[in-house]
């Protein structure tokens, strides 16, 4: 909540932009959203699911090896 120029929400949204997230902000009118996502997620796993699907294709699962062969080339 204390990230310069707003980097953690807007990483917050751009995951909820590809279907991989939702985000609800803390300064929320709506103090239920958390509940009513959790209710339609428990009927429609489906969904969680998908966003799993969402999620993966974002990763990169090679960022640790990366990393290493960054700092310490052959």
């Given at each position: 909540?204390?990230?310069?120029?707003?980097?953690?929400?807007?990483?917050a949204?751009?995951i909820?932009?590809?279907?991989?997230?939702?985000?609800?902000?803390?300064?929320?009118?709506?103090p239920?959203?958390?509940?009513?996502?959790l209710?339609?997620?428990?009927?429609?796993?489906?969904?969680?699911?998908?966003?799993?699907?969402?999620?993966?294709?974002?990763?990169?699962?090679?960022?640790a090896?990366?990393?290493?062969?960054?700092?310490?080339?052959?």
């Amino acid at each position: 909540p204390y990230a310069a120029d707003n980097h953690q929400k807007e990483n917050a949204e751009y995951i909820e932009s590809e279907g991989a997230a939702v985000t609800i902000h803390s300064t929320s009118d709506d103090p239920s959203a958390l509940v009513r996502y959790l209710l339609e997620w428990k009927s429609n796993p489906e969904i969680l699911k998908e966003m799993g699907h969402n999620s993966l294709r974002l990763s990169n699962v090679n960022a640790a090896y990366q990393t290493v062969a960054y700092f310490f080339p052959h």
